[in-house]
């Protein structure tokens, strides 16, 4: 079946720095991932879709500049939190929806998540 | 506006007592409504894809039915290990997935 892996599962870091999250689809090839947060006991917040070779479409609200998304080949797309403070701290997750026209090309593939924690 | 609302928010079943969730929704051309079971700290897990009303999907104790307003997730005789949250999400003409709030399922023995 379809696997999506992301790492890290979990990162700590001092505010002013930035987080490097990553999202491989691990047998399959996505030309989109979608990157979701989510609060504690809320669902999941569609922060931006991330196409391969092309550049990544926020969701209103979401500040480009802050997160930094780069989908540089099939299989891999990466988050970057710049700057992060500490109401950056969230369950960060990505999602890849696998190329292709059959029905298993609808389906969302979602790692396991990040837990961001800025100090 | 596409939309999604599920409910109840949370619900305390016995171990076998059957119930339904339900996640009702709006959209401008429906390409998908799926049922996803997120464990805590974990991604969400792919349960069903409906795709049209009166379509209907099973697996073990749990299965999902759509109409053209809404989806029901039935679960028959649950088990303590059926708890988890349960998200409802729609897929839209605009190739976006919208996310309901969730149910939150606790199953007592």
């Known amino acids: 079946g379809a696997v999506v892996s992301q790492h890290p599962s979990w990162v700590i870091c001092k505010s002013g720095t930035s987080v490097k999250i990553e999202c491989r689809s691990l047998?399959?090839?996505?030309?989109?991932m979608f990157w979701y947060r989510q609060f504690p006991k809320q669902s999941l917040m569609l922060m931006a879709t991330?196409?391969?070779?092309?550049?990544?479409?926020?969701e209103q609200g979401v500040e480009k500049d802050k997160f930094l998304i780069n989908h540089a080949s099939l299989t891999l797309s990466t988050l970057t939190v710049t700057s992060a403070h500490p109401e950056d701290s969230s369950f960060y997750i990505c999602?890849?929806?696998?190329?292709?026209?059959?029905?298993?090309?609808?389906?969302?593939?979602f790692g396991a998540g990040s837990r961001l924690t800025v100090l | 506006e596409d939309q999604v609302t599920q409910s109840p928010e949370a619900l305390r079943l016995q171990e076998g007592e059957s119930s339904s969730l339900n996640c009702s929704y709006t959209?401008?051309?429906?390409?998908?409504l799926f049922w996803y079971r997120q464990d805590p700290g974990k991604g969400p897990e792919f349960l069903f894809t409906?795709?049209?009303a009166g379509e209907e999907k099973e697996k073990e104790r749990l299965k999902a039915t759509l109409t053209k307003k809404e989806s029901f997730l039935h679960i028959t005789a649950p088990k303590p290990e059926d708890s988890a949250t349960y998200l409802c999400?729609?897929?839209?003409?605009?190739?976006?997935?919208?996310f309901g709030s969730g149910t939150k399922l606790n199953v007592k023995p």
């Open positions: 999602s890849a929806r696998r190329s292709g026209a059959d029905s298993g090309a609808n389906v969302l593939t």
């Open positions: 047998d399959f090839q996505a030309t989109t």
């Open positions: 991330s196409n391969e070779g092309s550049k990544a479409t926020y």
């Open positions: 959209v401008s051309g429906l390409r998908g």
């Open positions: 409906l795709y049209s």
């Open positions: 999400a729609l897929r839209s003409n605009f190739n976006k997935f919208y």
